[in-house]
């Protein structure tokens, strides 16, 4: 591959930016598990550290000696030891604080355990104890606040980061928390300001999914090509996260095929990297073999137990006739899925008419703290599930807006259409998202199948 990659993004009609190969990548942002316990956290405080101890329980927490052999605990063993060093001569290092702080978001986006994140949030809590408040301090705790999901505490961060620097990862930032809240055009913008700053993989992935979200699926793909084509092997995650949304990009396309050889790569680049399992079973599904996907998503479900892992499984296992091993899962999902994510969990309910109330709730509660395509559409399938067929509609037609080309959004205003008494409308959607259908999970393809025509 040539060191420098030279290409057009085009971000949204009328706005273009131009670039070349060159990354320090952004985390980027999977979903995650349960937080760890606030107990656990203040259990790793015990050891003595060093003979000149740190002053502060939360450096006594990020300074516990990472237990693993993955690049991202050697990462974090290496700056650890700079800071202990330094601390011994009292010269303290706000570079080791701050890639401490980053090393501990590497190994959250490698292991999708929150917990990470929490310590990353301790490291910026441990600089500005010592520094006082720094921006590289402030940028380490908006990006903890996005991972975990608190979109308006990221905003206000990156507002004021952009205020003061605007650097590109200042932009990246926002550009991520407004598109969560919905605010598409908003991000669209930021997103523009950082390409303008600096072209590279961080930016085209970014460019790729807010083309998707507004409804270029053929914009997305080439975006997402060329953030994979300028990913780093020093940066292997992010280079496989990449992978893996190329892959779904794929199959929505119809690519099956090749959505399973991009997903093969992440896997091979991450040994056990979730997104790349399910990625892989979802590929192996849309080509009919089922075995196989049950066989990848099994692993994927096991190493991240979020709803939407173990929905694909469950769903799985049901069609490669283990109805029991399907239960045991859906108990599983049932346990934990509120607190995991309460937004698949709600979707999950609704989809398998259960818990309607339920549902509903977890729907309007999300809204209030992710206003995007997405929740809103959990929004109206709750609704419809409750029986609020008007407010359903309402909500759903909010999800559409954005032109979002998503086979789940098409099938739900499909149902919704029908329940309103609106058959030809109803065959509108269901067409649409037939387009799409290897992108459903094996309930919802079952449920589009049964709308749709049957040939004589």
């Not at 930016?17 to 606030?38: D, K, N, Q, V, Y």
């Not at 093969?264 to 599904?285: D, I, K, T, W």
């Amino acid at each position: 591959m040539p060191s420098q990659y030279f290409m057009q993004i085009y971000l949204h009609p009328g706005i273009r930016a131009t670039g070349w190969r060159e990354c320090a990548p952004m985390p980027a942002s999977p979903r995650f598990r349960p937080l760890l316990l606030a107990s656990s956290l203040l259990a790793l405080a015990v050891p003595a550290l060093h003979a000149a101890a740190p002053a502060s329980l939360d450096e006594r927490i990020i300074l516990v000696p990472a237990a693993g052999t993955d690049k991202e605990d050697r990462d974090i063993t290496q700056w650890q030891g700079r800071i202990k060093v330094a601390a011994a001569s009292d010269a303290a290092l706000p570079g080791a604080y701050e890639r401490l702080g980053w090393a501990y978001m590497g190994k959250a986006r490698r292991t999708l355990d929150a917990g990470y994140y929490k310590l990353a949030e301790k490291t910026a809590d441990a600089m500005d104890a010592r520094f006082g408040p720094t921006n590289e301090a402030l940028l380490l705790r908006g990006s903890v606040d996005h991972n975990l999901h608190r979109f308006a505490d990221a905003e206000a961060v990156a507002r004021q980061l952009v205020a003061r620097r605007g650097l590109a990862f200042d932009y990246a930032l926002l550009s991520d928390a407004l598109m969560e809240q919905g605010k598409l055009a908003e991000s669209v913008q930021a997103c523009q300001k950082m390409m303008a700053l600096k072209p590279g993989v961080d930016a085209y992935s970014r460019a790729a999914n807010l083309r998707w979200l507004t409804g270029d699926l053929p914009g997305a793909i080439t975006a997402m090509e060329a953030a994979v084509r300028a990913g780093s092997p020093l940066d292997a995650t992010n280079t496989a996260w990449t992978l893996s949304r190329l892959s779904a990009y794929y199959l929505q396309a119809g690519r099956s095929h090749d959505a399973l050889q991009v997903a093969q790569s992440a896997a091979r680049l991450v040994p056990e990297y979730p997104p790349a399992l399910l990625a892989q079973g979802r590929a192996y599904l849309a080509m009919g073999q089922t075995a196989l996907a049950a066989r990848q998503i099994a692993v994927a479900a096991r190493l991240n137990p979020l709803p939407e892992y173990q929905w694909w499984l469950a769903d799985t296992l049901r069609i490669a006739g283990d109805p029991a091993g399907a239960l045991r899962v859906e108990a599983e999902l049932a346990a934990r899925g509120e607190a995991a994510d309460p937004r698949t969990y709600s979707l999950f309910l609704a989809t398998r008419r259960e818990l309607p109330a339920e549902a509903r709730r977890l729907a309007t509660a999300e809204l209030g703290n992710r206003a995007d395509v997405f929740t809103q559409d959990a929004l109206a399938w709750s609704l419809a599930a409750s029986g609020d067929l008007a407010g359903a509609d309402t909500a759903i037609q909010a999800a559409l807006a954005a032109r979002t080309q998503d086979a789940r959004l098409f099938l739900h205003a499909g149902e919704i259409a029908l329940g309103r008494g609106q058959p030809a409308a109803a065959r509108g959607y269901f067409a649409q998202a037939e387009k799409y259908a290897f992108t459903l999970t094996p309930s919802e393809r079952a449920l589009l199948d049964s709308r749709l025509p049957r040939s004589s």
